[in-house]
T-cell receptor, first 114, second 111 residues
Framework: DGGITQSPKYLFRKEGQNVTLSCEQN?????MYWYRQDPGQGLRLIYY???????QKGDIAEGYSVSREKKESFPLTVTSAQKNPTAFYLC?????????????FGPGTRLTVT | DAKTTQPPSMDCAEGRAANLPCNHS???????VYWYRQIHSQGPQYIIH???NNETNEMASLIITEDRKSSTLILPHATLRDTAVYYC????????????FGQGTRLTINP
């Protein structure tokens, strides 16, 4: 069954702790993305990766870090430097970052930091 | 990427066709129109996309006007499971290829 998995679905952390969100895809897609969604708002791009061992900052990268060591995996770390980390985090992938290819999304991880 | 305008909400009766409009008057020649939907607390789901010709797949049809300044997403036989927020997105090829989601249309299918 092909798709994108994100785990966990809900995550709770104390302020000041780093936390890593998992994103895995078995679609053989080159490009992967991380978005953040706040209540009632649209999605904002955090980081994206066009190929293994490469990634670029999106619009709101401050306080986040990523790695892309394997084609299938693109984990996102929310660091203590992120001022408002509580949000719904969405991972997506597409065949390639170039061209009119659609992005497919995972189910999301809802992070709550208190 | 061009800006899009959608009505904030719409209602449709179950079994009827749902027609969701989108204005994108500043669209440029190489920009595609994409439609996604998001059911509450889930990740967005890709529906369909097109450049200038009408498109149809198993989920929906996309009608793009000849001047490409507007489009309509058609769900031919709406079911209760089609209740969601529908996003119309215009996207070109440059840069991060990010999807810019606006406020979308909240479609409610009524029994």
């Amino acid at each position: 069954d092909g798709g994108i998995t994100q785990s966990p679905k809900y995550l709770f952390r104390k302020e000041g702790q780093n936390v890593t969100l998992s994103c895995e895809q078995n679609l053989n897609h080159d490009a992967m993305y991380w978005y953040r969604q706040d209540p009632g708002q649209g999605l904002r791009l955090i980081y994206y990766s066009q190929i293994v061992n490469d990634f670029q900052k999106g619009d709101i990268a401050e306080g986040y870090s990523v790695s892309r060591e394997k084609k299938e995996s693109f984990p996102l770390t929310v660091t203590s430097a992120q001022k408002n980390p509580t949000a719904f985090y969405l991972c997506a992938s597409s065949v390639t970052a170039r061209g009119p290819y659609e992005q497919y999304f995972g189910p999301g991880t809802r992070l709550t930091v208190t | 990427d061009a800006k899009t305008t959608q009505p904030p909400s719409m209602d449709c009766a179950e079994g009827r066709a749902a027609n969701l409009p989108c204005n994108h008057s500043t669209i440029s020649g190489n920009e595609y129109v994409y439609w996604y939907r998001q059911i509450h607390s889930q990740g967005p789901q890709y529906i369909i996309h097109g450049l200038k010709n009408n498109e149809t797949n198993e989920m929906a049809s996309l009608i793009i006007t000849e001047d490409r300044k507007s489009s309509t997403l058609i769900l031919p036989h709406a079911t209760l499971r089609d209740t969601a927020v529908y996003y119309c997105i215009v996207r070109g090829f440059g840069g991060a290829q990010k999807l810019v989601f606006g406020q979308g249309t909240r479609l409610t299918i009524n029994p």
